[in-house]
């Protein structure tokens, strides 16, 4: 193999290999607290002057503590979330956290995270949750489980997941931990029929095999957003 060829490959192989095992960048130094307002734009965010951080970025008087108002959720739950966009400290770090609480019979409706893998530990009371695998030649395998007070599940990166309160008269919380910055959430149902300007309703009714009088039902329906 001619030199050149050689030195190709090589480079076009460690390229590949880079971008396969990426995620959030890793620090190059103790911090990069995230400055938020700088008008530069990168992947994430750029660092604050090292000499003007101070401890108040790595803190936030979030009182996770505290139970959150499910009543006025249709889902009957509320997610705080806390990453970099609140806790600048976190930028480079690859991780952050969110308090779930859910009413009797609430849910966490079916999302995913494109950007982070999720390990939820349940606080309070008592939660159904699963996800659902990739198409396959098999199908989509659903994974469920029932949890209790100090139980621990896990959602891989990217996969489509709900938590669910199957008690009729106790509130659950959970607490989750994700392996990025800022995970991103995509909300099936908020995606496919809230979208802004909306996907036409002749390809939802037959990507979901309906009448387009239901999808123009579901689409003129009020998807909110349980994330705080």
């Known amino acids: 193999m001619a030199p050149t060829t050689y030195f190709l490959l090589v480079s076009f192989l460690a390229l590949v290999t880079s971008q396969a095992i990426a995620s959030d960048p890793s620090p190059l130094q103790d911090f990069c607290v995230a400055d938020i307002h700088s008008p530069v734009k990168v992947n994430g965010f750029v660092c604050k002057d090292p000499m003007a951080v101070n401890v108040d970025d790595f803190f936030k008087a979030a009182n996770l503590d505290k139970p959150r108002d499910t009543m006025k959720s249709k889902v009957g739950s509320n997610v705080t979330l806390i990453n970099v966009m609140q806790l600048p400290g976190l930028n480079t770090l690859g991780i952050s956290l969110a308090r779930i609480d859910y009413a009797p019979l609430g849910q966490n409706p079916l999302h995913t995270h494109p950007r982070a893998t999720e390990i939820l530990t349940v606080l309070e009371g008592t939660l ?23 139980d621990v599940f896990v959602f891989p990166q990217g996969l489509i997941h709900f938590q669910f309160n199957p008690v009729h008269d106790k509130p659950a919380v959970a607490i989750a931990a994700l392996s990025s910055q800022n995970p991103g959430a995509i909300t099936i149902a908020n995606a496919v029929f809230g979208s802004k300007p909306p996907i036409s309703d002749d390809v939802l009714a037959k990507a979901f095999q309906v009448q387009k009088g239901t999808i123009d039902w579901l689409q003129a329906q009020f998807w909110e957003n349980n994330h705080n």
């Not at 989509?140 to 007070?149: G, H, P, R, S």
Request: glycine share 14%; aromatic share 14%; no cysteine.
């Open 128 to 150: 159904y949750v699963g996800f659902v695998t990739s198409n396959t030649d098999n199908g989509n395998k659903l994974f469920t489980k029932v949890l209790n007070k100090g």
